[in-house]
């Protein structure tokens, strides 16, 4: 059974600073494709960052949040990390962790991804 637990999200002012987590387990991560996604209010989900085995070196970031967000992760721990920087109201959305065993040529389609969190709320005022 494969499970991805999404936490840390909370309402903030515009230029602050929220760190998401995402525990999975049932997969290793390290061998897997693992993004975030973010799904706006009355809007289509869309890419927000990725990281492609092995990981370092494979991140790939939506131009919206390039500079301002990091993707990290930590194996021992078996989770996923979205550091969110200098905040903007409209990176406010409901933010997701997927993960697939095949993240195809673009990972930050959500096409591939077949594991999916329940979400976390991310509010920028």
């Known amino acids: 059974h494969v499970q991805l637990v999404e936490s840390g999200g909370g309402s903030v002012q515009a230029g602050g600073s929220l760190t998401l987590s995402c525990q999975v387990s049932?997969?290793?991560?390290?061998?897997?494709?693992v993004a975030w996604f973010r799904r706006p209010a009355g809007k289509a989900r869309e890419g927000v960052a990725a990281?492609?085995?092995?990981?370092?070196?494979?991140?790939y970031y939506d131009t919206k949040v390039r500079g301002r967000f990091t993707m990290s992760q930590d194996n021992a721990k078996a989770t996923t990390f979205l550091k969110m920087d200098s905040l903007k109201p409209e990176d406010s959305a409901m933010y997701f962790c997927?993960?697939?065993?095949?993240?195809?040529?673009?990972?930050?389609?959500?096409?591939?991804?077949?594991?999916w969190g329940q979400g976390t709320q991310v509010t920028v005022s």
């Open positions: 997927a993960a697939t065993s095949e993240c195809g040529y673009w990972p930050l389609s959500d096409v591939r991804y077949n594991y």
């Open positions: 049932g997969l290793t991560i390290r061998d897997n494709c």
């Open positions: 990281m492609r085995p092995p990981g370092i070196g494979n991140t």
